[in-house]
């Protein structure tokens, strides 16, 4: 079984290597409409034993997107992320950078990002986590205590007419 660095430790290189950090995407036949991002890839080194798998899916009609991440060790899974919602164009890379400023600086929210990051940006991202130890709503936080479970929902505002523009809701689990 991993240790809780174990997993922190593949869990920010594989997302700093992931969407937020602009990996190339595929298609996998077995999940069809979806864009794939998996880490290791193409022979680049990972650590030993672990494998990363991003998979999400946008509806060409109503621009809602919806997705998964799932980290395995050794073939076990020992992580479950879902999310959902609609962001405009406009604002990825601004999610981007917060996601990459959030692992790079190593902070576990989730899979998520460090809310009130002040990136030059006129928007600002926000997060609330109920985390399932005693089901209390958090607002701002700035760790995850239980690995076990917790969700919760992500926003990014507009600061000039102060109205949220985009969001997700989100689902995680550790396994081990």
């Not at 990996?23 to 794939?36: Q, R, S, W």
């Not at 880490?39 to 060409?60: E, H, I, K, L, S």
């Not at 981007?96 to 959030?102: A, G, H, P, S």
């Not at 997060?127 to 958090?138: G, I, M, N, V, Y």
Request: net charge neutral; glycine share 10%; aromatic share 16%.
């Amino acid at each position: 079984m991993p240790t809780k660095q174990e997993f922190l430790d593949f869990f920010f290189e594989a997302s700093l290597n992931g969407w937020a950090g602009n990996a190339p995407e595929i298609t996998l036949p077995e999940l069809p409409g979806f864009k794939v991002i998996q880490w290791p890839r193409n022979g680049q080194p990972g650590m030993p034993g672990w494998f990363y798998r991003d998979a999400y899916t946008v509806n060409q009609g109503t621009k809602v997107s919806a997705g998964f991440t799932n980290i395995w060790k050794n073939g076990v899974p020992q992580f479950m992320h879902t999310y959902g919602g609609h962001y405009p164009k406009h604002v990825i890379e601004f999610l981007k950078k917060v996601l990459r400023e959030t692992y790079s600086k190593q902070h576990f929210l989730g899979g998520r990002g460090l809310p009130s990051l002040d990136l030059d940006y006129d928007l600002e991202y926000d997060l609330c986590l109920t985390e399932a130890k005693d089901h209390s709503f958090q607002k701002k936080i700035n760790e995850i205590q239980n690995y076990s479970q917790f969700s919760g929902t992500e926003i990014i505002r507009d600061l000039k007419g102060y109205k949220t523009v985009g969001y997700h809701t989100i689902w995680c689990m550790t396994l081990f």
